[in-house]
């Protein structure tokens, strides 16, 4: 299993404060979000789990999946959540040079704008995939208008090396209030997916959390 932060430590978010970790509040809101879709049939199940709970998210979608999927990404909309960029490729900043990783934004922002049945829809939030990410991708991202949004909470659903009942106990033993969730709408995360995301959304319901997006 590879090393990284369940609950983000602190330092990290101090170290990396223009970047949004948390969104701290006295409401107990949090802010589920889902990445690397749409995704043929996981995510509609992921949708029909939140309206079951009456909770909204924010989405944060691959370009390419967009355009291959034009449907669920509007079904995404059309039912009140949020999007934001994920890159067109899934690219892992680190090993990308900035003009390159600038253009496949771009291009997941096309892909965004030209598949959408929203009327001047313009998402500005980001989120690096792998949350990897150089500064100067940053900055040129930040002087762009984007939000580059990180996580307080992973699932790490993703992970087969964590078990469905790991998945749900990352969630549960460490949410707080401003709490930012990663799950991943993705063949690759189903498995625990499935298992957590309702009892973590039951849970949430049932302590008296309430869902916000990001915007």
């Not at 990404?73 to 003009?99: C, D, M, P, R, Y």
């Not at 949350?131 to 087969?160: C, P, S, V």
């Not at 990663?182 to 997916?193: I, P, Q, Y």
Request: aromatic share 14%.
């Amino acid at each position: 299993m590879s090393f990284y932060w369940i609950k983000t430590n602190f330092i990290v978010k101090k170290v990396f404060s223009k970047y949004v970790w948390d969104v701290p509040n006295n409401e107990k809101k949090v802010y589920l979000t889902f990445d690397d879709g749409p995704t043929p049939e996981i995510t509609e199940w992921t949708l029909s789990q939140l309206e079951k709970f009456e909770a909204k998210a924010t989405f944060f979608c691959i370009g390419d999946n967009i355009n291959k999927f034009p449907e669920i990404f509007n079904s995404v909309l059309l039912k009140g959540h949020s999007v934001g960029n994920h890159t067109f490729n899934h690219l892992k900043g680190w090993e990308i040079a900035t003009k390159e990783y600038i253009e496949n934004v771009a291009l997941c922002q096309e892909a965004i704008l030209k598949n959408s049945k929203i009327v001047n829809l313009k998402p500005s939030i980001f989120r690096p995939p792998y949350g990897r990410i150089k500064r100067d991708q940053a900055k040129e991202l930040r002087n762009l208008g984007y939000k580059i949004i990180m996580w307080d909470i992973l699932t790490a659903d993703f992970d087969a090396e964590v078990n469905p009942e790991q998945c749900l106990q990352n969630v549960l033993q460490n949410v707080t209030s401003g709490s930012i969730i990663v799950f991943h709408d993705s063949k690759k995360a189903f498995r625990n997916l499935e298992y957590a995301l309702p009892k973590t959304l039951e849970f949430l319901k049932v302590k008296g959390f309430s869902f916000a997006v990001l915007e």
